[in-house]
């Protein structure tokens, strides 16, 4: 994955900037006294707090801090929930669960449905697209499509003025994903890479760029998430016009604006799930629901009753110890003899 001379290259702008910034300068003087130098030292504690105050600045790092590509939604949103209530005078197509009928998705965090949640990861893409900063950001030459075509058609002059649809973009997304046989979870580590590295890099994606990032987060989060990954020269038989040369440098690059940071906690993978569950919803873009069968609902029982007996000894052990406290402090009566 690396290069040899991939770890000699400086860092992005923006985290030399916050790395510098939260420690003073600090010049050692024999003049000066123990207590005057001291005074010069930032503590710990202030410089985590300088993190907390940027966390919103990073959300594929903090659990707590927003997604991107929510915020971005949001306008959106509003104006389709009140076309959908005016075209259908507020009538709701969503099922309900009753007493004879439960509906049930097969989608959970730790197994997503495969073809829904490439469905939302293209949604979220497509908002950062359609609200990006016009002004801001900077255009990097290796995401261009210009300079590295990913095919050799001819490039139309205006490739970067037209906004790719949401379809345009998860056929893109799904054609690697069937291709290259890659998970669910690949795509949600996907577009936590993507974010990232919009907000290391103080870069925008834009119609002229959004292949060639996409194509990076995903070759990247195949090779870290999945144990056996998918090799550069692979994606070269998915994408026949591209060569070994361009996906390595593409691959070193990415790295590179991410800092090497390919750490996705968990905290921040649930997080970028169910933010992902919220934006299929406000879109109609609905998980399926089944009505729960009777093989499902025995399934069902049968993990309840084994995390049941797995956990039976953990409840005992607690009960035995909070117990253990009761009976010391307890009365104990001891029948007297009489004679």
Excluded at 23 to 51: A, K
Excluded at 83 to 110: E, M, P, Q
Excluded at 139 to 158: R, T
Excluded at 188 to 194: F, G, K, W
């Amino acid at each position: 994955m690396g290069s040899t001379t991939s770890c000699c290259v400086s860092a992005s702008p923006k985290l030399r900037r916050n790395a510098h910034s939260r420690l003073e300068s600090y010049q050692q003087e024999s003049d000066l006294s123990r207590e005057e130098t001291g005074c010069n030292l930032q503590h710990i504690s202030d410089r985590e707090n300088v993190d907390e105050l940027n966390m919103d600045f990073n959300p594929s790092d903090h659990p707590r801090a927003s997604t991107i590509f929510l915020s971005k939604s949001q306008n959106d949103v509003r104006e389709k929930r009140k076309s959908l209530f005016i075209n259908n005078h507020g009538a709701s197509r969503r099922k309900y669960s009753s007493c004879s009928t439960i509906f049930l998705d097969d989608n959970t965090v730790s197994q997503p449905n495969l073809k829904y949640t490439i469905k939302c990861v293209a949604l979220a893409i497509y908002y950062h697209i359609k609200n990006r900063d016009i002004d801001g950001g900077m255009l990097l030459d290796i995401f261009d499509e210009k300079l590295h075509p990913l095919s050799k058609s001819e490039v139309p002059p205006d490739y970067d003025q037209h906004e790719p649809e949401q379809k345009q973009i998860y056929r893109f997304v799904r054609t690697l994903f069937s291709a290259a046989q890659l998970t669910s979870e690949c795509a949600i580590v996907t577009l936590v890479y993507l974010e990232r590295l919009l907000t290391y890099a103080e870069i925008d994606i834009c119609p002229g760029n959004w292949k060639r990032i996409v194509l990076g987060a995903i070759l990247l989060a195949s090779k870290v998430w999945d144990d056996q990954a998918v090799w550069n020269v692979d994606y070269c038989q998915i994408l026949k016009d591209i060569t070994v040369e361009d996906m390595n440098e593409l691959e070193r690059q990415f790295l590179e604006l991410l800092q090497f940071n390919i750490n996705v906690p968990s905290s921040v993978y649930a997080k970028y799930y169910f933010d992902l569950r919220s934006l299929s919803e406000s879109n109609n873009l609905s998980f399926p629901l089944e009505p729960l069968s009777r093989d499902k609902a025995q399934k069902l029982e049968a993990i309840s009753r084994l995390c049941d007996d797995k956990y039976k000894d953990v409840r005992k052990a607690a009960r035995k110890r909070s117990a253990s406290t009761d009976n010391l402090c307890g009365i104990r009566w001891v029948p007297a003899i009489l004679s």
